[in-house]
């Protein structure tokens, strides 16, 4: 038996030491072509493009143009 963060012996004493949570280990890679990662590459591109586009209507000129007018 549980009570309120505490566990309870068979007894019905209740044990003044706390629950100790299971232990948990992530075992998904988090590091290379993971799906999180390409998920994300993906969408900063869209953004990017999206952001570029914006720019080449609000000015009316290329990127190319736009960067190297000062």
Same mark, same amino acid.
């Given at each position: 038996? #549980?009570?309120?963060?505490? @566990? /309870? =012996?068979? %007894?019905? &004493? #209740? !044990?003044? /030491? @706390?629950?100790?949570?299971? /232990?948990? /280990?992530? +075992? +998904?890679? +988090? *590091?290379? *072509?993971? =799906?999180? @990662?390409? &998920? $994300? !590459?993906? %969408?900063? @591109?869209? #953004?990017?493009f999206i952001a570029l586009i914006v720019v080449e209507l609000s000015t009316g000129h290329g990127l190319?143009?736009? $960067? +190297? =007018? *000062?």
């Open positions: 038996m #549980i009570g309120k963060g505490f @566990a /309870v =012996n068979e %007894r019905g &004493k #209740i !044990n003044k /030491v @706390a629950i100790e949570p299971k /232990v948990y /280990v992530d +075992t +998904t890679p +988090t *590091f290379g *072509f993971t =799906n999180y @990662a390409e &998920k $994300l !590459n993906g %969408r900063l @591109a869209m #953004i990017g190319i143009q736009w $960067l +190297t =007018n *000062f």
